[in-house]
């Protein structure tokens, strides 16, 4: 489980540490970018779901390294942890450069 599990928590928490310790951009207090990860989510169903579908994967994972928590149509639930890390860290990155300017 440590393998792909934990950097995936680890990236949540870093993603997180770094909104609330360091940048204070205020961006999980609007309705953008909870709609922007709504419509992210919703892409990364449909294109994960179907890169990992167990019937038929085109990328499968080791079970000894993930929780084996599937939701939905098969899709490992590390990887929303680690789709929510990446495009926060993004938008993150990106408001504080709009705000530099």
Known sequence: MIGYT???????LAVCTLE???????IF???????SMLIVFGFQI???????KLRAPIVMYDDRH???LRFPF???IEDFLFGFA?????L??????????
């Open 29 to 35: 207090r609007r309705s953008a970018y909870w709609l």
């Open 20 to 26: 609330f310790a360091v940048l204070h951009t205020g």
């Open 46 to 52: 449909l294109v994960d779901g179907w890169l990992t």
């Open 74 to 76: 098969d899709i490992p």
């Open 86 to 90: 990446l495009v926060t860290a993004v």
């Open 66 to 68: 993930i929780t084996s």
């Open 92 to 101: 993150l990155l990106w408001e504080r450069q709009r705000a530099r300017r």
């Open 6 to 12: 934990a950097p995936a928590v680890l990236a949540v």
